[in-house]
């Protein structure tokens, strides 16, 4: 059994451990209610958007513009968004299994936050270029690599562009998701883009229909000039709102999981300071029955 002076040592060293799991607790938390607030407000934005893509997907064809087309041959190319500080539960582990079961095997990757950019680094992915963005997010920064991404693809070195991104669903929830972001699919134009359930085109476009959201306009300059203007736009909003929703989910995940070390660091105290004062009863104990036996000796 431990004496006691080591048991009081492992008491004041999990009172240390919980006061700062404590004050990275308060600190994930308000870093979280920002966060959560800039990804809920970005989604009603994101899905405007998307609605004037869904009006102009019947006057619209493949052929009308390079980010719509699907090019032969090439390779996939995926941004993966992760977090630069760890202590947030098993968030960038569940994204990196994500990632390793929906790439390719010869994918590059583009990286934002530095965990997972080691990890992949390490499994040998071709790492083709790494970003670091603010905490917030502003929207200029996720601009540079929407357009970093669509001049990517215009070259003509990749097939496809994913991101892979955990999406904030609730403070207890957040999902590791993979996402086309070019070619643009006109079918998955009218699919959801609130992030918080995607369904199938079919089932939205009805939705939104009897809601009275489908309407016919009149284009100026026309449709061609519209959607030039508009998928840049589109396309950059929403790496911004996948970036957003992936910061939410850090915060979320890390004020959780520095609760339940908080919590589990107490229940240690009590368990320790339980175990405390019974080896300090049984030395007590102890010395009683040897000052009883002396006592009886000299009897």
Not at 74 to 102: F, P, Q, Y
Not at 136 to 162: C, H, M
Not at 250 to 268: I, P
Request: charged share 25%; hydrophobic share 40%.
């Amino acid at each position: 059994m431990a004496n006691l002076r080591d048991i009081r040592r492992r008491i004041k060293s999990v009172k240390n451990t919980s006061q700062i799991t404590k004050a990275m607790q308060l600190v994930a938390a308000a870093k979280m209610k920002k966060a959560q607030d800039q990804a809920i407000a970005g989604r009603d934005y994101a899905d405007r958007l998307n609605q004037v893509l869904v009006n102009l997907k019947d006057n619209i064809s493949e052929d009308d513009h390079a980010l719509l087309k699907q090019p032969g041959g090439g390779k996939e190319l995926m941004l993966v968004v992760s977090t630069d500080k760890g202590l947030c539960g098993g968030l960038n582990t569940n994204l990196l299994k994500k990632v390793r079961a929906g790439m390719a095997e010869d994918a590059d990757v583009v990286t934002v936050g530095r965990k997972l950019r080691m990890s992949l680094g390490k499994l040998g992915h071709n790492i083709v270029s790494d970003w670091e963005v603010g905490d917030p997010t502003p929207f200029a920064e996720a601009k540079s690599i929407g357009a970093y991404l669509t001049d990517q693809f215009l070259g003509g070195g990749y097939s496809a562009v994913k991101v892979a991104f955990t999406n904030f669903e609730t403070t207890l929830t957040q999902t590791p998701w993979i996402q086309q972001l070019l070619p643009v699919e006109a079918s998955s134009l009218a699919e959801k883009r609130a992030y918080e359930g995607m369904g199938g085109d079919a089932e939205v476009e009805k939705t939104r229909k009897d809601d009275g959201m489908l309407r016919d306009y009149i284009f100026e300059p026309g449709p061609d000039g519209v959607l030039e203007a508009l998928l840049p736009l589109y396309l950059n909003y929403q790496v911004y709102q996948m970036i957003l929703e992936a910061r939410a989910s850090e915060h979320s995940s890390r004020m959780v999981a520095m609760k339940a070390a908080t919590d589990n660091a107490e229940q240690m105290i009590k368990d320790l300071t339980l175990e405390y004062n019974k080896v300090r009863q049984a030395a007590i104990t102890s010395e009683l029955l040897e000052i009883t036996t002396a006592m009886k000796a000299m009897e």
